[in-house]
């Protein structure tokens, strides 16, 4: 067993654990901890997030209810759990705080646990709850850098838990029948009501106010309420990107920048800069081996969602019409009702859309008032018009989360991107002699030089 830090009365984090009904909280936590400790993909794929690797040698070690002996301040509290992963002679190790239900986890609280890291030399503290972060190295409360010196903080969703149990479980990836099995019983687990697991529900109060502004024509400004939306906001797209997981059992992503990937405060600063400039709100989610990464925006003005993906126009194809054609093969005709296909042109010319039912009747329309230009690109679009029900809470986010999946389902598994097609050998080179070194010496002088 991995040495212990300074712990008074370890308790190991228990598969049936012995708790009183009050407690959720802790026995979640036992449950998961302990789970992590018998199914080894299981933890290799979470720790992985968190920039550990799982060997074959490395030891998991796991405890609830930790108290530290010689705390020099008592009122920093006691951290629901420890995680020590021991390979060879390395050792790191990670406080654990989880909540349940509609419980969040409390800046005070954090920073008193940074503290108690600090003081007992901890590597890491890793936090639980039903909020989301986009990737786990961005908390989603808000803590000064002069806190974090030397410390490690990730923060994991209880919803990105039971995907990855999902997913493993799904795509039978555990060839140890006894852990399948360990893993299938902690996904029923914590996919139970009883386990105080929730998603991303509903936008905040401010919402409504804040699309009731843009509607009067008013000018969004950076404001307490601004903020809450686009909190909310990076909440629900991390949501979302799960619930597409769990529905095509592969890892769906938020496509980020370099500069969003490496700090959370540049993806906030960008969505809040969006929302006041063009009065929405966008995400592009990557799925796996898609044509294109999805394009999912929330326009305040239009009071609508615009699902949609982008294909270059075939370099293979000639005329306007070949190449809408092209792309019209691949869109199944019961999204003709609803989709519309937006024409990028060369240069600075503007680009035209048209609904798909009536390019589907007359391909011609394409090239209207463009003379001789070329289509470089198109994006296949489904918008979903909410009207007076755009800016109420709950509202907007079932619609994201049932129009999203209906999009891709319809139209967006079905678009492949053009790729040029692979060299032909042409039958005078089919014998490795035709190209030897003789034969381009002897060929050289029938080449003619201009």
């Known amino acids: 067993m991995a040495d212990l830090p300074d712990l008074m009365n370890p308790q190991r984090a228990r598969l049936f654990p012995i708790l009183a009904d009050t407690s959720k909280e802790g026995r979640t936590l036992s449950i998961f901890l302990s789970t992590l400790t018998f199914v080894r993909d299981f933890s290799q794929n979470l720790f992985a997030s968190l920039g550990q690797r799982i060997g074959t040698t490395t030891t998991i070690s796991t405890f609830t209810e930790v108290n530290f002996n010689n705390l020099t301040d008592k009122k920093l509290g006691r951290p629901d759990g420890l995680i020590i992963l021991q390979t060879g002679k390395r050792t790191w190790t990670a406080l654990v705080e989880a909540k349940v239900g509609k419980s969040e986890i409390s800046n005070d609280q954090l920073e008193r646990y940074l503290e108690i890291a600090k003081s007992k030399k901890i590597d890491a503290v890793i936090t639980i709850s039903n909020q989301f972060a986009t990737v786990p190295d961005h908390h989603p409360v808000k803590i000064a850098s002069t806190k974090l010196k030397g410390i490690e903080l990730y923060h994991l969703s209880w919803m990105q838990i039971m995907t990855v149990a999902r997913l493993l479980t799904a795509n039978q990836d555990i060839e140890d029948e006894e852990q399948a099995n360990i893993l299938k019983e902690f996904l029923r687990f914590i996919s139970h009501p009883s386990a105080g697991v929730e998603g991303f529900s509903q936008m905040p109060k401010a919402w409504s106010a804040v699309c009731a502004l843009v509607q009067a024509g008013g000018k969004l400004v950076r404001n307490d309420d601004l903020n809450s939306v686009v909190e909310a906001w990076q909440q629900e797209t991390k949501d979302l990107s799960l619930i597409l997981s769990r529905q095509l059992g592969t890892f769906v992503r938020e496509k980020l920048s370099r500069a969003e990937s490496a700090s959370p405060g540049a993806k906030f600063e960008s969505d809040v800069k969006e929302l006041v400039s063009k009065q929405a709100l966008c995400i592009n989610l990557d799925v796996p081996d898609a044509a294109a990464p999805m394009s999912v925006i929330v326009d305040l003005r239009r009071r609508s969602i615009l699902n949609s993906m982008y294909l270059k126009a075939p370099g293979d194809k000639v005329s306007n019409k070949a190449r809408?054609?092209?792309?019209?093969?691949?869109?199944?005709?019961?999204?003709?009702?609803?989709?519309?296909?937006?024409?990028?042109?060369?240069?600075?010319?503007?680009?035209?859309?048209?609904?798909?039912?009536?390019?589907?009747?007359?391909?011609?329309?394409?090239?209207?008032?463009?003379?001789?230009?070329?289509?470089?690109?198109?994006?296949?679009?489904?918008?979903?018009?909410?009207?007076?029900?755009?800016?109420?809470?709950?509202?907007?986010?079932?619609?994201?989360?049932?129009?999203?999946?209906?999009?891709?389902?319809?139209?967006?598994?079905?678009?492949?991107?053009?790729?040029?097609?692979?060299p032909k050998?042409?039958?005078?080179?089919?014998?490795?002699?035709?190209?030897?070194?003789?034969?381009?010496?002897?060929n050289t002088d029938s080449i003619e030089i201009e």
């Open 324 to 422: 809408l054609n092209w792309l019209l093969r691949q869109i199944p005709k019961q999204a003709d009702s609803k989709a519309h296909i937006r024409m990028y042109w060369p240069g600075s010319s503007p680009s035209t859309q048209l609904p798909l039912s009536e390019l589907r009747e007359n391909p011609d329309r394409i090239g209207e008032d463009k003379g001789k230009m070329t289509v470089v690109g198109f994006d296949v679009i489904m918008p979903v018009d909410l009207g007076n029900r755009f800016g109420q809470t709950r509202t907007i986010i079932q619609e994201l989360e049932s129009s999203v999946p209906h999009f891709y389902e319809s139209v967006g598994q079905h678009l492949r991107q053009w790729a040029p097609p692979p």
């Open 425 to 442: 050998l042409s039958q005078e080179r089919v014998s490795p002699e035709t190209v030897s070194p003789n034969k381009i010496s002897e």
